[in-house]
């Protein structure tokens, strides 16, 4: 027999014995069927006052504008004000506004080694965590949110949901099926592995801009 | 990894005693305690929160065999190759197969407890291919030929200036003394592996049966670059990560970074499905998962499969007084702590380890923290009754308890005997009432601390005078 096969008869055997308690019950294929929600911790809060709370604590910075036309604008003042090059590697969404009237080199396409500075959009936002939720496609590359060093991302207000849990319910509502890979980015890259001390920018961004619109 | 458990009396002691040891495991004491404890109460109803959570993984282990067909068969849709392995050669060598059929040269791995567990790195190197570990605490270790000391602080016992020194000797480059720079100068380094290696070996924490994916949690973004760069993505696991729903990973998501790190969320989160699509410009075009069974399915059949509910948070460790003051390596193997001191003995066999369930205080802080509420005090409780029954203690300490249990189970001959001991005792105690050496047994006990004396009167007699004077 395979491994596969020694295996599952092992555990059915091993159930069988021990007879392992189970008060949820049901069978596998009702639960995911069914994937119910489990309990809630109080969440007594307004979504976008409190995905801005998070964002602070995460050390993300914020922003805000009524439309996308003002993008260009709003991604200059943060690299200004950071003193950050002026050279960035965007989802191709945004590649066709205004970049040029802001003095800004915009390339749609996947991000590499090189680039410095990355814009992305966000499929939607958690208040609960002030999480990014990014799915993986043709036009959202996943490098661009990695690679380099600033990553400013841009998020629709009427899509910054209450939990994970609402999130995955959209995933499932507007989705086929999930993509390659669904990541949850939830403020600049950090470690503490040297004596507990938190540092940013560990391997990914040292930076994350959330600049929110309509 | 090799078991060294049976050393850990020796190794402890010797711990104890190492001095720079003792500052790193002060300096990280009570850190992940108090912050765990800060995001915790953020959530009002944490217990009917860790409740549903144990809920959840007890009933996925009660139908595992349906939740990993169900979870096989989605990723298989999505176009993940699946592999099962029963022993730890197994998936070495399914590792090192994928590698030889993609021509690999270099690997980039992100942490993986599974991966210690076999000794993967080790393995493949053995077969001339580059392994690089890329998580800054892996990295440390692997950089200074050792073992990770704890499940998700792996360099936990070096101090920065061990790091410093040793980043200096290993780069090449002037020594640093900060841990931003440190971890800085690691980034540069490990840039252009991420950029050019031919494949990526990831763990992870969960396989969402609902979708077919993998799940790994991290701060660093090493797991992202694991799992994106790459051609070939290879993520290793065992059986008992399973979770069934999307909604079920949502509800270990409020507890794991809070458990682990005391943080509310862990930077990434990526969820995996299958290899890059038609149309995408990034991500691996193979992705493989191996599944692992070493002694899962033997603990699933036992008095201790409440153990397999853990989602490896490390917050038992972070808890535990004999860790806190000993650290991981003295516990021998993979996992450290009281989950350790009952995964070792139950995957090695109980022969294997025979300290680890003893070396606690049955305090039960693991117990109180654990996210899926694994008694873990009674587990080692169950595996030290094993060790009687199996007769694998010393005489002395064998024959010590069943002349305890004779006497435990009659009362009038226990009476008298503890009367007559507590006389003793204080007799030996002097008028400093204190028994500076102990003969016959707790010898050791009595090797650095005097044992306070009996007052000559045990407290039956005492309660009895009461209940008298009433």
Partial sequence: MSARENILARIRSANKVAKNPDVIGGTAVDRIKAHPSSPLPTLDWENENHFKLRCHELASSLDQIDSLDHLPKAVNRYLNENDLPKKIVCWPEFADLNWSDENLQMEGRSAVGEDKVGLTGSYCAIAETGTLVMLSGEDQHATTSLLPETHIAVVSRSRILRTMEEAWELIRNETESVPRQVNFISGPSRTADIEMTLVYGAHGPYRVHVIITE | ?470
């Fill in chain 2, 1 to 470: 990894m090799e078991i060294t458990s049976q050393q850990f009396k020796a190794v402890s002691s010797s711990k104890l005693k190492d001095a720079k040891l003792q500052k790193a495991l002060k300096q990280a004491k009570g850190g992940f305690v108090v912050s765990r404890a800060k995001v915790v109460k953020e959530l009002d109803n944490f217990e009917e929160i860790r409740q549903a959570a144990s809920d959840v993984r007890d009933h996925c282990l009660a139908h595992l065999d349906s939740y990993l067909e169900e979870w096989e068969r989605r990723a298989q849709e999505a176009g993940t190759v699946v592999h099962w392995a029963e022993s730890y050669e197994e998936l070495n060598s399914i590792v090192v197969q994928i590698a030889q059929d993609n021509q690999v040269k270099k690997i980039i791995k992100s942490k993986s407890m599974v991966g210690e567990e076999t000794g993967l790195n080790q393995y493949v190197e053995g077969h001339g291919i580059e392994v690089k570990e890329t998580d800054l605490g892996e990295y440390i270790i692997q950089q200074a030929g050792e073992h990770p000391s704890h499940i998700i602080a792996p360099a936990t016992h070096k101090s920065k200036d061990d790091v410093s020194e040793l980043f200096a000797e290993k780069h090449k480059r002037p020594r640093l003394d900060d841990a931003e720079k440190l971890t800085h100068e690691a980034r540069e380094i490990l840039r252009p592996h991420f950029l050019d290696a031919d494949m990526g070996i990831t763990g992870a924490n969960f396989m969402i049966a609902e979708t077919g994916s993998t799940v790994i949690v991290t701060n660093e973004g090493n797991g992202r670059m694991t799992t994106t760069m790459p051609r070939v993505h290879v993520a290793i696991s065992s059986i008992e990560k399973c979770l069934p729903t999307l909604d079920d990973f949502a509800l270990m998501m409020r507890l794991l970074p809070r458990s682990a790190t005391g943080q509310v969320i862990s930077n990434y989160v990526s969820m995996t499905t299958g290899p890059k699509r038609a149309g995408d410009k990034d991500g691996p075009e193979k992705f493989h998962v191996i599944i692992l069974d070493v002694g899962r399915t033997r603990v699933l059949g036992s008095e201790l499969r409440d153990a397999l509910r853990c989602i490896r948070c490390g917050a038992c460790m972070n808890h535990c007084p004999v860790y806190q003051n000993v650290g991981g390596h003295a516990y021998g193997w993979v996992y450290p702590g009281p989950i350790g001191s009952v995964l070792t003995p139950a995957y090695n066999g109980i022969e294997n380890a025979i300290d680890l369930p003893n070396a606690a205080t049955m305090c039960n802080q693991c117990g109180v923290v654990c996210p899926v509420k694994i008694p873990l005090p009674d587990l080692m409780r169950k595996l030290r009754e094993k060790q009687f029954e199996k007769k694998l203690k010393s005489n002395m300490e064998h024959w010590s308890l069943r002349l305890w249990a004779y006497l435990a189970l009659r009362p009038k001959i226990y009476s008298i005997v503890t009367r007559v001991m507590a006389r003793i005792g204080r007799i030996l105690g002097g008028d400093s009432r204190r028994i500076r050496r102990m003969i016959i047994v707790g010898q050791d006990w009595t090797k650095n601390r005097d044992m306070p004396a009996p007052s000559g009167r045990t407290f039956r007699d005492i309660y009895l005078n009461k209940m008298n004077k009433r």
